[in-house]
DNA sequence: TTTGTTGTTCGTAAAATTACGAACTTATTT
DNA sequence: AAATAAGTTCGTAATTTTACGAACAACAAA
């Protein structure tokens, strides 16, 4: 990416954007649920639950993995995933804390 | 976007993930977590937090206005810009649900 | 050693994103 | 009526994303 002054954002908001466009893909978000409910599991398994072609699933995997959403470890012949705990912990106090920013007992659909 | 099969996806995979691409930026988060501490404020107002350009900034307020976190209401000359309540409310009951499918006690680094 | 299984990487094409300045719109003010 | 102010929209360029099939690499089994 390519932003103009990358250095005028705040460190915090960079990491949650991070998060927040690695999750901004349906197929990556079912990844995540998938994972989520599960301790780990192989690639295969992750491409049957998928409607995309294998060499997708893996780009997207790639993604995730850059993120620090997940971790993937070779299991000789099966690569297995899982979510990265850490980072989920942080994502989730990040977007917790910004979600947390607007008072939600008043939900006035038109606020301005 | 042209998913080959996007009918396979959950509709809330669909929702989240919009949410997901929409907060994918750090001008956008910026903008975010700016309209969440407030009640609502100007386009101009808005403009001065970022180090991009007035037409790049109006992109991003559509794209969060397009993905129902934000609201505007021309005011003129002005325009005011505030946090979408309900689906905010939305957004953050999903983005829980999600990262609570994990078991948060036990954060071990390498889990597989 | 050949075959099969599992996933990644490569090459590529189409579409989407990000960014900017210039032009334009809408309404107020002079 | 002209000028100003506040934002949006237009046109465009560079980059990134998404997707696929084909080729490849790593290892196990026949």
Chains 1, 2 share one sequence.
Not at 29 to 47: N, Q, T
Not at 69 to 83: A, E, M, W
Request: contains cysteine; hydrophobic residues 45%.
């Amino acid at each position: 990416m390519a932003y103009t002054l990358s250095n005028n954002y705040e460190e915090e908001e960079l990491v949650l954007s991070r998060f927040a466009k690695a999750m901004g893909h349906p197929a990556r978000i079912a990844i995540l649920k998938y994972l989520a409910s599960l301790d780990a599991c192989c690639f295969g398994d992750i491409h049957k639950e998928l409607p995309i072609a294998k060499a997708t699933v893996s780009q997207h995997l790639a993604e995730l993995k850059d993120a620090g959403l997940i971790q993937g470890t070779i299991d000789p012949p099966k690569v297995n995933y899982c979510i990265d705990k850490e980072n989920w912990a942080k994502a989730k106090v990040l977007f917790g804390a910004l979600f947390d920013k607007v008072a939600a007992e008043d939900v006035d659909p038109k606020c301005c």
